[in-house]
C-alpha cells in the first residue's frame, strides 16, 4: 500500500466527498470537450466536416423523398467566422421534429435500421451545429418547407450541452420561394486552408452520386464550382432487415431473448433474425442441442454373441405380455437394430416405441411405459455390454458409482463391461490414425478410450464436445505414459473428430426462451450454434450499390480521360451484416501524369477525404502489384503512378469505421479481400486496354516506315530495270494485315473497293459524303443535309473477303471518306 493509500483513508468523510463530485455526463457535453473524434479538430478540418455532415443529410432526405437532389453551398466571409448555408430541395422536416434534428445529438431515424445509408449515428450534423456555437456563439439558423405546406418555419436554436437538448432562440413562420426543402446557415471559426479537400469533396460526391446537381459557391472562386447529374435514376430503395444470425453477439443475444414475444427457440429464431426458416431453425436446435446436451455415443449391435443377445436380453426383461406378444415384440426389435451399423441409446428408444406400438396394433397387447423402458435398458446392455449392475460390478472389485478400481494405474480390472465397447473403438481410431501407429498402440489407446466411456455417468453415453476433447487427451496420456507410445494432437483431433461424427444428436426438447434468457451459458450455447450453422447470406435488398454502369458514368462526368472501367462485386457479409464493393477505373486524357495516382474512398455513397493513410482501401490499393498492369510502381510497393484515377465504393448496413468521425475504413479481411478482388477486375480491362493500345502504337511505327520504305523501293526498281515504276496502292494494307478502302472514279460511276487483309471478321461503318445527288448507290442508304449527301454503307467482311460498293454521279464531284468500326491503325484508306 502506499503511503497515499494509506493515508487517504484517515479523512472522515472522503467516500461521501466523491460520492458529491460525481455527476452524468451528457452526449453533447462530452463531445463538446471532444470534437476532434467528430471531424472538428481544427478550423479548416472543421468546415469540411460541416459541409460534409450537411451535404449528407440533405442527399439522404431527398433520396429517400424519391427526389433528385439539388444541392447548392455557400461559404461566405462573416467579419473573423466563415458563414456556411447547405440548401436542399429535399422533403423537408416537420415543426415537431426540426429542433430535435439539429439540436439533439444521437437522435436519428437509422441507428437501429439494417439497411444502407450515409448517416445513421444521429451525430453528423448535430455536431455541425455544436461546433459552430462553441466557436462563434452564434445560434444555428434552420429553414425548413415540408412539401405541400404554404409557409416555411424559422429557426434559431443552440444545443443544451448539459442536457443534450436545444434551446430554441426563435421559432417562427417565414415565406421562401423553394416549394420545399431545408436550408441550414451555420457561422463558425474557420479557414480556406482545406480548399482542395473541400473541393475533393464536392466533385467525389459528385463521381459517387451521379443522380445529383451539386453547386459550390465560395471566396476566391471565379465562377460556381457546379456538378451536373449523369442520370435521372435514383439509388435503388433499400428494405430494412433483421439482423443475421451471424452476426448477433452475446449480449444483444440475451437481450433479444428477453425481448422477444416467442416462447420457443424456433419461434425465436424465425421471428427475430433473417434468412431462418423452419428448416433453418430446426438445424441451429439440433446444433444447440450438441453444446447444451452434447451427443450420444452410438455402437454396433452383437453379431452372434451368445452373452449378448439383443431377442433374448428383451425377452427376459418383458413380462406377463403373452409369449406370441413378448417373441414378436423381442423379434421385432432384435431385427431392427441388427439392420442399424451402430445406434445411439435414443435412436434405441426410437425403435423400440415404433416396433411396441406395431405389436399392439396387432396382437392387442399393451405395451407401457415401464415395460419399454425395461425393454431399451435390456437392449443396450446387450449392444453394449455396460449396465450389468452394480453388484457384478462389486465382485469385479470396481466401486458401485463406476469409478475405477485399483487394477492398475488406469482401471484396467475395474470394468470388464467396457470390453463390449472395444472392437468398436478400435476400428475408429484404427481408421483415424495414421499407419505409422502399430497395433499394440491402437489396441491400448481403444481399450483406454473403451473403460473411460464405460464410466460416464449415465447409461446413454452422453459427452459434449468438450469434454470428448479431454477424454481422448486423458487416454492418450495414459497410453504415452504406460505404453511408451507418441499419440500426438494430430492423432487425438482424428479420433475425437471421428467419435464426435458417429455420435448421435439428442432428441430432448431445447430449454425454453425465458430459460435460455435467464442463463448467460446457455444463451452462449446458442450463440455458438447459431455460428456454427449453414446460413444463408443476408438479403441485399437492403444495398443500393451505384451499379457499375454508374460508377463509370460518375467517373466520366468529372475526368476527361482515355479510358474507363468499373466492376460491381456479388454481396458479401462481416459479422452478418451484408455489403458490396465497387471499383472504377479512369485512365490518361486530362488526368496528370505526373505523381501518384488518385484514388478515391467511398463508403455507402459518402467521399472518405482524411486519414488517407490510416483507410483499409489504401492499404489494399498499396498491396496490389500494378505493373502487373500497365502502371509504374516503383520499389514494386505502394500506391502506383500515372494518369490514373482508382476509386473504391463499400455499401453495407453497417460499414467498419475506424473511429467516429468516419473518414477511413477499418481493416476487416472479408472486405479487404472484397476490395482487391473488384479493383483487380477494373485493371485487367486497364492492362488489355494498355496492352492493345501499346501493339496499336507498335504498329503505328511500323506502318510509318513502311509508308517512307515502300515508295522509295518502288521508285528504285523502276530506275533498276528500267520499268514503269509498279502499282503500291495496295501493298501496304496487305502487308499490315489492315482493312482496305479504296475509291475509283470511272465516268460516272464511283466504286469504293473494301478488302479485309486481316485474320479475323470486321464490321464496318462507311460514310461517303458527296457534293451532288448520287444515283443507284448498291445497298446503302442515303441521307441528304445541307446541300450535301451521305452515302453509308455497313458491310460485315470475313477474313480475306471483299466487297464493292458503288453508286453513279453527273459530273464533277467533291468526296470525303470516313471509315469508323475498325482501329485506325488497322485501316488503310486511299480515297
Keep these: 500500500m502506499t503511503s497515499f493509500q494509506s493515508s487517504l483513508g484517515d479523512e472522515e468523510g472522503i467516500a461521501e466527498e466523491l460520492a458529491e463530485s460525481q455527476r452524468e455526463i451528457s452526449i453533447a457535453e462530452f463531445f463538446e470537450k471532444n470534437k476532434h473524434m467528430l471531424g472538428f479538430d481544427s478550423g479548416a478540418r472543421g468546415l469540411v466536416t460541416a459541409v460534409k455532415e450537411a451535404v449528407d443529410n440533405a442527399l439522404d432526405a431527398t ?47 437509422r441507428f437501429h435500421k439494417r439497411e444502407q445509408s450515409r448517416g445513421q449515428q444521429g451525430i453528423g450534423i448535430s455536431a455541425a451545429v455544436l461546433y459552430s456555437q462553441l466557436t462563434s456563439g452564434q445560434p444555428a439558423k434552420i429553414t425548413s418547407r415540408p412539401k405541400g405546406q404554404a409557409k416555411a418555419q424559422y429557426f434559431e436554436l443552440i444545443i443544451d450541452t448539459d442536457t443534450n437538448e436545444p434551446e430554441i432562440k426563435v421559432d417562427e413562420e417565414t415565406s421562401w420561394d423553394r416549394p420545399h426543402g431545408t436550408r441550414i446557415e451555420l457561422e463558425m471559426e474557420a479557414n480556406m486552408r482545406a480548399r482542395n479537400q473541400l473541393h475533393d469533396y464536392i466533385k467525389h460526391t459528385a463521381v459517387v452520386n451521379p443522380h445529383a446537381r451539386i453547386e459550390l459557391r465560395e471566396p476566391g472562386l471565379d465562377e460556381p464550382m457546379k456538378s451536373e447529374r449523369a442520370t435521372d435514376d435514383l439509388p435503388a430503395e433499400t428494405t430494412e432487415i433483421r439482423p443475421h444470425p451471424h452476426g448477433v453477439e452475446l449480449g444483444a443475444l440475451i437481450k433479444m431473448l428477453e425481448a422477444t414475444e416467442s416462447y420457443s427457440v424456433s419461434g425465436f429464431l424465425q421471428e427475430e433474425f433473417t434468412r431462418v426458416g423452419k428448416k433453418t431453425a ?118 458401485a458409482d463406476g469409478s475405477e478400481g485399483s487394477g492398475d494405474a488406469d482401471g484396467s480390472d475395474a470394468h470388464e463391461e467396457g470390453a463390449a465397447l472395444v472392437p468398436d473403438v478400435y476400428a475408429l481410431v484404427d481408421d483415424a ?28 453415453f452422453r459427452i459434449s464436445h468438450g469434454d470428448l476433447e479431454t477424454l481422448v487427451a486423458d487416454a492418450a496420456g495414459f497410453v504415452t505414459e504406460q505404453h511408451d507410445a507418441t499419440f500426438g494432437d494430430t492423432a487425438r483431433g482424428n479420433v475425437v473428430d471421428a467419435l464426435w461424427a458417429r455420435a448421435g444428436t439428442v432428441p430432448d426438447d431445447p430449454p425454453k426462451v425465458a430459460v435460455i434468457a435467464a442463463d448467460r451459458d446457455a444463451a452462449a450455447d446458442l450463440l455458438d450454434a447459431m455460428r456454427v450453422t449453414d446460413i444463408l447470406a443476408p438479403p441485399t435488398d437492403c444495398l443500393a450499390p451505384i451499379t457499375a454502369e454508374l460508377v463509370e458514368a460518375g467517373l466520366r462526368k468529372e475526368y476527361d480521360a482515355d479510358f474507363y472501367a468499373a466492376a460491381t462485386r456479388d454481396a458479401e457479409v462481416h459479422g452478418g451484416d451484408p455489403f458490396i464493393v465497387e471499383a472504377g477505373i479512369a485512365y490518361g486524357g486530362d488526368i496528370p501524369a505526373e505523381g501518384s495516382v488518385e484514388v478515391l474512398r467511398f463508403a455507402n455513397r459518402v467521399p472518405l477525404v482524411y486519414q488517407r493513410g490510416a483507410c483499409a482501401t489504401t492499404d489494399v490499393i498499396k498491396s496490389i502489384g500494378w505493373r502487373n498492369y500497365g502502371l509504374d510502381q516503383p520499389g514494386g510497393s505502394g500506391t502506383p503512378n500515372g494518369p490514373a484515377v482508382i476509386s473504391v465504393h463499400v455499401a453495407s448496413t453497417n460499414v467498419p469505421f475506424t473511429s467516429e468521425s468516419k473518414d477511413a475504413l477499418a481493416n476487416v479481411p472479408a472486405i479487404e479481400d472484397e476490395i482487391e478482388l473488384a ?51 495496295g501493298a501496304l494494307a496487305r502487308i499490315m494485315n489492315n482493312v482496305s478502302v479504296e475509291r475509283e472514279v470511272n465516268g460516272e460511276t464511283v466504286t469504293l473497293h473494301v478488302e479485309n487483309y486481316s485474320d479475323t471478321s470486321e464490321r464496318l461503318d462507311v460514310t461517303d459524303i458527296v457534293s451532288v445527288e448520287p444515283r443507284d448507290p448498291s445497298a446503302g442508304t442515303v441521307v441528304e443535309m445541307d446541300g450535301e449527301w451521305f452515302l453509308q454503307w455497313k458491310p460485315e467482311l470475313a477474313a480475306g473477303d471483299e466487297r464493292r460498293l458503288t453508286y453513279t454521279i453527273d459530273g464533277d464531284a467533291d468526296f470525303e471518306l470516313s471509315v469508323g468500326g475498325v482501329e485506325t491503325e488497322k485501316l488503310t484508306v486511299n480515297a
Excluded at 437394430?337 to 406400438?357: M, W, Y
Excluded at 499407419?435 to 446413454?460: E, P, S, W
Design 679 to 729: 479493383v483487380r477486375e477494373a485493371a485487367r480491362e486497364l492492362k488489355s486496354y494498355l496492352n492493345k493500345r501499346r501493339s496499336m502504337q507498335q504498329r503505328r511505327e511500323k506502318q510509318d516506315v513502311l509508308g517512307r520504305i515502300l515508295p522509295e523501293m518502288a521508285d528504285k526498281v523502276s530506275e533498276v530495270t528500267g520499268r514503269d515504276r509498279p502499282d503500291i496502292g
Design 282 to 399: 430446426e438445424s441451429v436446435i439440433d446444433n444447440f442441442r450438441d453444446v447444451y446436451y452434447g451427443r450420444e455415443l452410438a455402437w454396433s449391435p452383437p453379431a452372434a454373441h451368445e452373452d449378448r443377445d439383443v431377442e433374448a436380453a428383451i425377452e427376459a426383461a418383458v413380462a406377463n405380455k403373452g409369449a406370441a406378444a413378448t417373441a414378436a415384440f423381442a423379434e421385432g426389435v432384435a431385427g431392427t437394430v441388427a439392420g442399424n451399423a451402430h445406434l445411439t441409446r435414443s435412436e434405441l428408444a426410437s425403435i423400440v416405441g415404433t416396433v411396441a406400438d406395431d405389436v399392439e396394433a396387432d396382437t392387442g397387447r399393451t405395451f407401457g411405459s415401464t415395460v419399454r423402458e425395461n425393454a431399451v435398458e435390456a437392449a443396450w446392455s446387450a449392444i453394449t455390454g455396460v449396465g450389468a449392475g452394480d453388484e457384478d460390478a462389486a465382485d469385479r472389485g470396481g466401486d
Design 433 to 460: 490414425t495414421s499407419t505409422r501407429k502399430d497395433d499394440v498402440t491402437v489396441q491400448a489407446m481403444a481399450d483406454a478410450l473403451a473403460r473411460r466411456f464405460a464410466n460416464l455417468d449415465g447409461d446413454a
Design 63 to 109: 433520396e429517400e423523398a424519391g427526389i433528385l437532389p439539388d444541392v447548392y453551398v455557400e461559404i461566405e466571409e462573416a467579419g473573423d467566422y466563415y458563414r456556411l448555408v447547405i440548401e436542399d430541395n429535399g422533403p423537408g422536416i416537420t415543426k415537431e421534429q426540426l429542433p430535435k434534428v439539429f439540436g439533439k445529438l444521437l437522435y436519428g431515424s
